[in-house]
C-alpha cells in the first residue's frame, strides 16, 4: 500500500504563470544593487511616469533597473515598488507579494495598465503602507479584485491577476506610476496623522533597511 499522493505544490505565480519551485528571494535580487529610495514629496513621486519605450524593451538598461528594484524592495522589507520609488521616470514596478490564501506572487510589470473594477466587486477596507511614506499605515478601501496588464522586461505580454493584498499591491503599485500615493487616497485629517507618524518613525526605518541591506549583502551570491 502506498500512500495517497499529494497533488504537486505551487511554489509561487510568477509573472503570471504557477511555478513549482522558487528560491526565497527572486533571483533578480542577487545581480542586482540597492538603490536609495525615494520619499512622499520627492518631485519623481507626484507625476505621471512615462511609458517605457519599445527600443528599451530587451536591453540592459531595463535588465539592470528591474535587478535593482527588487534587491532594493528586499533591502526595505516591502512587497511591491515601482520605479518612481528609486528616482526613475518610467512606468513599472515589481513585487513579492502573498494573497489571502497565502499564495506567493512575484514578478515584474513595465507599463501597467489596471483592468477598470468591476462595480460588483467587494471594496476591502485594511491596513497599507508605502516604502515612500516610510513608518505608518494606514486603513483604505481597495477592490478585492485586481488585474493589470502590460509587458515584461523582453517586451512579453504580462497579465497578473490577483485578489486581497496582492489586489491591493496591484492597485498600490498601479498607482504609483501614475504619480499617486496611498496617502492621497485618505481623508485629508487621516493624511495629516499618517504623515507626522512618518516623521516621528522615518529614521528607525531607515536605519533597518541598512542592516537588512547589509544582511542581503552575506545571503545572496555576486
Ligand atoms: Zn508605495
Request: contains cysteine.
Amino acid at each position: 500500500m502506498s500512500e495517497q499522493s499529494t497533488p504537486a505544490q505551487v511554489a509561487a505565480v510568477v509573472q503570471g504563470r504557477e511555478v513549482a519551485d522558487y528560491p526565497v528571494l527572486a533571483p533578480e535580487a542577487a545581480r542586482g544593487r540597492v538603490r536609495a529610495i525615494t520619499a512622499r514629496g520627492e518631485e519623481v513621486l507626484h507625476r505621471r511616469g512615462v511609458d517605457v519605450p519599445d527600443e528599451m524593451l530587451g536591453g540592459a538598461e531595463l535588465a539592470r533597473l528591474i535587478d535593482d528594484m527588487f534587491r532594493t524592495m528586499y533591502a526595505a522589507e516591502g512587497v511591491g515598488l515601482a520605479g518612481s520609488q528609486v528616482g526613475v521616470g518610467w512606468r513599472l514596478f515589481v513585487y513579492d507579494c502573498p494573497d489571502d490564501d497565502g499564495v506567493r506572487h512575484v514578478g515584474h510589470v513595465v507599463n501597467p495598465v489596471l483592468e477598470a473594477r468591476d462595480p460588483d466587486d467587494a471594496v476591502v477596507v485594511e491596513n497599507e503602507g508605502c516604502l515612500s511614506v516610510p513608518g505608518p499605515h494606514a486603513e483604505l478601501g481597495r477592490a478585492e479584485h485586481a488585474t493589470v496588464r502590460g509587458v515584461d522586461r523582453d517586451g512579453g505580454p504580462v497579465v497578473v491577476s490577483g485578489s486581497g493584498y496582492f489586489a491591493r499591491c496591484l492597485q498600490h503599485e498601479t498607482d504609483h506610476t501614475l504619480g499617486k500615493l496611498y496617502v492621497d487616497r485618505l481623508s485629508a485629517r487621516e493624511r495629516k496623522r499618517v504623515l507626522k507618524k512618518m516623521n516621528e518613525m522615518s529614521e528607525g526605518v531607515f536605519e533597518r533597511r541598512r542592516v537588512r541591506a547589509k544582511e542581503l549583502e552575506e545571503e545572496l551570491p555576486g
